[in-house]
């Protein structure tokens, strides 16, 4: 005998309510709906993390860059400096030793008597290729001295440019110290979610074994709609030949499982109907290719229950009221005999369709 979604039933001996398997189903559902968002939450963090470790290789490439480009332009710097100042240091030896050249050839001519105005103009044609190189010289230096100003010029806009990547490093950091928070929180969140699913396991573990007790009770009372339908429901894979049932109305009838039965099973139903309501009418059509069940309208909505074979009763007393319809269940023969005679008025006194 097979007991399902059964709810809270509250027996003689034991004087507890026990809780319906329909936490099962919600700790399944939570279950695989946890492990659905950890999958997700999972390959987000492997993602952020791949992407961290990028990011910290790229702010690493870049500082080791800075630092060449630094050390480069250092160098530069100095190199040129260094040229510049021997450049300069050689035309002052040239000019110097052309100076003295000059310096003494003019005592030569001067102690020279003959040939002196020769001599003097020879002077002064080299005196003015001197001045001529010179002012080479001269230009030679200012063009350097514009090739350094240029590459200085160069070189402050390469500094600004590793600024620039500084201040996108600066950035990745930041970025990344957002992620990571977001990959705590995430985790954060897991950890309740775990403690949830574990306090889920708890209360099963719970229910379970008081499921497994009221599987070994087949007598007791009884409480409550959804509870009554529950065991009717389970019942039903117990019926052999006959099957009696009352329930207020047909609305009700909605819920029992009556459509799995074999179709040999002799099946008769009193309850509430009105085939001026359409909800009733169309219950009735969905019915209609069920020859083996019989209706009869019963309307005094009064009572639920459900018989079958001899071997097993249900018989409740409604109530729209807190806490709802409550009566007992039994597989004793003399308890069947006595209450089915309850049944069995709901069906006499029904009329038929």
Known sequence: MKFEKTGPILFQNKGEIYMNDEIIEK?????????????IILTMEKELLENLKEKEETCENLEKRLVENQQMQEKLIADLKKEHELKIQQLEKNYLEKEQ????????????FGGVQEKIQNYEEQNSRQ????????????????????????LETALQADEKLVSKIEDLKNDTKEKTKEITGKQEKINELKKTISDLENDFEKLNVEYQNIKEQKTGLIQGKENIISIMNNMLDNVKIRLLICTPTIEDIEQIELQNLNKKINIRIATFIDLNIENHKEIMDTFSGFPNITFRNFDKQDR???????????????????????????????????????LSEAWISGKPL
């Open 27 to 39: 700790k399944i559902d939570a279950q695989v709906s946890i492990e659905e968002q950890e999958q």
């Open 101 to 112: 050249d000059m310096q003494k050839t003019f005592e030569e001519l001067k102690s020279e």
């Open 131 to 154: 001045v001529k190189v010179i002012k080479n010289l001269k230009e030679n230096i200012e063009k350097q001295n514009k090739e350094i100003e240029d590459k200085e010029k160069k």
């Open 304 to 342: 639920w229950g459900l018989e079958h074979d001899r071997e097993e009763i249900i018989l409740a007393a409604h109530s729209d009221k807190t806490p709802g319809p409550m009566g007992m269940m039994s597989n004793n023969p003399k308890h069947i005999e006595f209450f089915s005679t309850l």
